[in-house]
């Protein structure tokens, strides 16, 4: 009598394998996500977590060469940015984002743009028709003669494709819509997506063709699929922004070819995606004066934009005050009220405070601290603040302003943007064309205003 093979479960969401059928995900959280992997399902699982049977000796790492890695420019300076630079010939790049913000037409513009440089692209869509991207590329201005479009959704077929051109860049759009005919589960099942990246990866690094990968996001804003996906991938981007704005912005998690700390700001116009031009504009009005309205100064990378913090304070009707916050951090604001409170007396537990990054900029450093206090005071007392003035500055429990990094290539960007004035905790070496007022605590502050 044959031996029964062992059973294998996997959740959809995040991948996670058990000997049983599980109610609720250990590793994702996520119910009745658990299915039986059929007996193929389990060969190609296999396939692809083999380890190679050849002898590998260790080397002292000081007799291993560097390699040299070559770029492309993408001739996109936003997206070159991000990307560290370039392109990396053999590399495989994740991009995703919530539907409608633009990544699909923010590649097939970067394909356009390569394709004008002679290279052969190849664009494949899972989601349209060859006709509908052919639309889409007529608005955006990138109908090129190396410039091909596949309509397909096996896997199979792409690789034959691959074969009967030489691509240098690959564009898959999106992942979850493409399936192997080796499984017998449908397009954007765990197994399948780990099985097309596995595949995917392994062509990029033996022929050196560049390739991007479109991929959905869940409900929590991750990349829907498992987290091997992200793992095996090289660099990972996420595109954020809202439909209904102008601005979108790349922002790279992972790059195993250059920083994660640079973003990448585009503006939608009539035309695609363009790179934005004139970026400071964009995040600040330089109208009049209106309570709760503050400018600072935060770095994205080695950039440094100015942006509008807005805070509204109104008596509330509730016993419990509400506190809500828009690109900034909530339990940070609440630090910010509870010291407020204590050192400046200001009633705030009877009144709801809300704060708003203009823009759609999420601020993740603490140099916002000292905007977000005179935008709060400045709500709170209904006083202006000059539009020609900004707020640089780390607040700490005790009421401490705190000098931040990269001050003078922040009040240099101030400066170019008009602007005369700053309060800062320390005097810096040069600030040419603004007038710096130093403050080292919060209760000093007061006297600005």
């Given at each position: 009598?044959?031996?029964?093979?062992?059973?294998?479960?996997?959740?959809?969401?995040?991948?996670?394998?058990?000997?049983?059928?599980?109610?609720?995900?250990?590793?994702?959280?996520?119910?009745?996500?658990?299915?039986?992997?059929?007996?193929?399902?389990?060969?190609?699982?296999?396939?692809?977590?083999?380890?190679?049977?050849?002898?590998?000796?260790?080397?002292?790492?000081?007799?291993?060469?560097?390699?040299?890695?070559?770029?492309?420019?993408?001739?996109?300076?936003?997206?070159?940015?991000?990307?560290?630079?370039?392109?990396?010939?053999?590399?495989?790049?994740?991009?995703?984002?919530?539907?409608?913000?633009?990544?699909?037409?923010?590649?097939?513009?970067?394909?356009?743009?390569?394709?004008?440089?002679?290279?052969?692209?190849?664009?494949?869509?899972?989601?349209?028709?060859?006709?509908?991207?052919?639309?889409?590329?007529?608005?955006?201005?990138?109908?090129?003669?190396?410039?091909?479009?596949?309509?397909?959704?096996?896997?199979?077929?792409?690789q034959d494709e691959l074969?009967?051109?030489?691509?240098?860049?690959?564009?898959?759009?999106?992942?979850?819509?493409?399936?192997?005919?080796?499984?017998?589960?449908?397009?954007?099942?765990?197994?399948?997506?780990?099985?097309?990246?596995?595949?995917?990866?392994?062509?990029?690094?033996?022929?050196?063709?560049?390739?991007?990968?479109?991929?959905?996001?869940?409900?929590?804003?991750?990349?829907?699929?498992?987290?091997?996906?992200?793992?095996?991938?090289?660099?990972?981007?996420?595109?954020?922004?809202?439909?209904?704005?102008?601005?979108?912005?790349?922002?790279?998690?992972?790059?195993?070819?250059?920083?994660?700390?640079?973003?990448?700001?585009?503006?939608?116009?009539?035309?695609?995606?363009?790179?934005?031009?004139?970026?400071?504009?964009?995040?600040?009005?330089?109208?009049?004066?209106?309570?709760?309205?503050?400018?600072?100064?935060?770095?994205?990378?080695?950039?440094?934009?100015?942006?509008?913090?807005?805070?509204?304070?109104?008596?509330?009707?509730?016993?419990?005050?509400?506190?809500?916050?828009?690109?900034?951090?909530?339990?940070?604001?609440?630090?910010?009220?509870?010291?407020?409170?204590?050192?400046?007396?200001?009633?705030?537990?009877?009144?709801?405070?809300?704060?708003?990054?203009?823009?759609?900029?999420?601020?993740?450093?603490?140099?916002?601290?000292?905007?977000?206090?005179?935008?709060?005071?400045?709500?709170?007392?209904?006083?202006?603040?000059?539009?020609?003035?900004?707020?640089i500055g780390e607040v700490?429990?005790?009421?401490?302003?705190?000098?931040?990094?990269?001050?003078?290539?922040?009040?240099?960007?101030?400066?170019?943007?008009?602007?005369?004035?700053?309060?800062?905790a320390t005097k810096p070496?040069?600030?040419?064309?603004?007038?710096?007022?130093?403050?080292?605590?919060?209760?000093?502050?007061?006297?600005?205003?």
């Amino acid at each position: 009598m044959a031996k029964k093979k062992a059973s294998l479960f996997e959740c959809q969401h995040c991948g996670e394998q058990s000997s049983k059928w599980l109610g609720k995900c250990p590793s994702c959280g996520s119910w009745e996500s658990f299915i039986e992997l059929n007996s193929d399902q389990q060969e190609v699982l296999k396939q692809i977590s083999k380890v190679s049977t050849t002898t590998s000796k260790a080397q002292s790492i000081t007799q291993i060469e560097q390699d040299d890695i070559t770029r492309f420019s993408s001739h996109d300076p936003e997206f070159d940015l991000v990307l560290g630079g370039g392109i990396v010939p053999g590399s495989l790049t994740l991009i995703g984002g919530s539907p409608g913000v633009g990544k699909s037409t923010l590649l097939l513009k970067i394909a356009g743009n390569i394709a004008k440089t002679k290279k052969k692209v190849l664009y494949v869509s899972g989601e349209e028709s060859a006709g509908q991207i052919k639309l889409r590329a007529t608005r955006l201005d990138a109908n090129e003669e190396n410039l091909f479009l596949l309509s397909e959704i096996k896997l199979e077929e792409i690789q034959d494709e691959l074969l009967r051109q030489d691509y240098e860049v690959v564009i898959i759009d999106s992942i979850q819509t493409i399936y192997s005919s080796l499984l017998s589960s449908s397009p954007g099942s765990v197994s399948q997506v780990r099985e097309i990246t596995f595949e995917l990866m392994r062509k990029a690094k033996e022929t050196d063709i560049s390739i991007f990968i479109i991929g959905h996001i869940t409900k929590d804003g991750s990349i829907a699929g498992p987290r091997v996906l992200e793992h095996m991938v090289d660099t990972v981007l996420y595109f954020e922004g809202e439909s209904s704005k102008e601005i979108r912005m790349l922002r790279a998690f992972k790059n195993r070819f250059g920083s994660t700390s640079e973003i990448g700001i585009f503006e939608m116009t009539q035309e695609g995606l363009m790179s934005a031009k004139d970026i400071a504009s964009k995040f600040f009005d330089r109208s009049k004066p209106q309570s709760g309205s503050a400018l600072t100064v935060a770095m994205e990378g080695s950039r440094a934009l100015i942006l509008e913090v807005q805070a509204l304070v109104t008596e509330s009707t509730y016993p419990n005050p509400k506190r809500s916050t828009t690109g900034f951090d909530l339990n940070r604001l609440n630090m910010l009220l509870a010291l407020l409170e204590k050192k400046l007396d200001l009633p705030l537990n009877h009144y709801d405070v809300f704060i708003n990054i203009s823009g759609g900029i999420k601020i993740k450093e603490s140099s916002a601290d000292l905007a977000v206090i005179a935008a709060i005071i400045s709500s709170f007392r209904d006083r202006p603040i000059s539009k020609e003035s900004v707020f640089i500055g780390e607040v700490s429990l005790t009421g401490e302003i705190k000098d931040v990094y990269s001050n003078e290539i922040r009040l240099r960007e101030a400066g170019v943007q008009g602007i005369t004035k700053a309060i800062i905790a320390t005097k810096p070496k040069s600030s040419p064309g603004i007038k710096c007022f130093v403050v080292d605590e919060v209760p000093k502050m007061l006297e600005l205003f």
